[in-house]
DNA sequence: GGACTGACAGATATTGAAATCTGTCAGTCC
DNA sequence: GGACTGACAGATTTCAATATCTGTCAGTCC
């Protein structure tokens, strides 16, 4: 009858689904049901829902990775672009968590079900930090003994601005204030920070 | 008969019910079965189960906040200051929340069913490194022009290692070194820190 | 013959009736 | 007379019956 039932077609049903009833409702009948097809043949495609949930993840973030990917200025100093790629993600969480609150929170607990997802997001965002650190340490904007673990703290460091967990404080007013007092505060720390090492020298 | 019922025999009693059946469990008539009088009669001491609960948080927080006060060394510099204070907050947490996790995550339902208790512990914590801060602006150990936002930066920045919403984190083997790149990194920045202010001069 | 269906077993979620809890207050007891 | 009791109304929670969902698979249909 209609065309073949295809994987980025389960997938883009399941969105609608998920957008329509939110995670707690959403079943694979609806989704056949979308479809107008039998929940079997879902099955077909995905071996269980868990994997259904986790595929249409994979895609929302790896749309966020590529945007953050095109944040950065090839020309502009690493203090900058690592500024302006912090802000980029902050105003894209909050913006989503404002105007599409329902989504915000389905893609949220579907985050939270995976534990190879989060890794996943965080292995890549936390990537993107470490070769905007890198380029400032060739250019001596920046010192730092380690890298990635400098990176990873920029990330930890920033939590509140893109962890979902916090996400009623980004309605504060002040917000932004507090994000630029990080981030300052941060990018000032770039410019000589050294880890404590277990050998001793603070 | 027995001694005449006191708001601390009260609050006693809550926090041991507490502690025995949870935050969900836990009610008011419990609270009087311990004490062995009618639940009428705890209401001529607080007027509303959330009163109750809200007291008996109050002192527990209250109990932490001397607790940090006394990490503090006049001798000490600043950042020395800072950073222990940081490590013992971060301690005190993750000890909490791996030695008595019911008792933790009991009054981490606590904390955010109240309006102002979270901005009363909030408040405290960050006027105690706003103090440690002006000292070291004091001694030109830290540069910043604005030491309240600054030291809500620092806050901020450190939310992974005390916020609850991060407690499972604090469970990974690396997370001694995770926060000690942020407080290096954060220590580093408050030696030479400029908020960004409205008026322009990045 | 390979994509799809639909009936099925066990697991999970929903529902509404019954039980418990919160907060009040007239009354008891020293 | 002031601290305490206990019965009460309305709100909330519990629990068990009922319905729905997940994942499987033998069978249907082009």
Do not use: C
Not at 30 to 59: I, N, W
Not at 143 to 163: E, I, N, S
Not at 172 to 185: E, K, R, T
């Amino acid at each position: 009858m209609a065309e073949a039932l295809t994987g980025e077609a389960i997938l883009a049903a399941t969105e609608e689904v998920l957008r329509r009833y939110g995670p707690a409702k959403a079943t694979v009948v609806d989704v056949a049901k979308a479809l107008g097809v039998s929940h079997g043949s879902v099955y077909r495609h995905f071996p269980t829902k868990a994997a259904l949930r986790e595929a249409v993840t994979r895609r929302w973030l790896d749309a966020i990775h590529a945007e953050m990917e095109s944040v950065l200025d090839p020309q502009a100093s690493a203090g900058d672009n690592l500024r302006a790629w912090l802000q980029h993600l902050f105003d894209r969480k909050r913006l989503s968590h404002s105007d599409e609150p329902e989504l915000f929170a389905t893609f949220k607990v579907l985050v939270s079900e995976s534990t190879i997802i989060p890794d996943y997001h965080l292995g890549h965002l936390v990537g993107q930090i470490t070769r905007i650190i890198q380029a400032g340490v060739d250019t001596h904007e920046f010192v730092t003994d380690d890298v990635r673990t400098t990176a990873q703290a920029v990330w930890d460091a920033t939590q509140v601005f893109h962890h979902p967990a916090h996400a009623q404080e980004w309605g504060n007013p002040h917000i932004q204030d507090a994000f630029d007092a990080v981030v300052s505060l941060v990018v000032a720390g770039l410019r000589y920070n050294r880890i404590p090492s277990a050998t001793g020298d603070a």
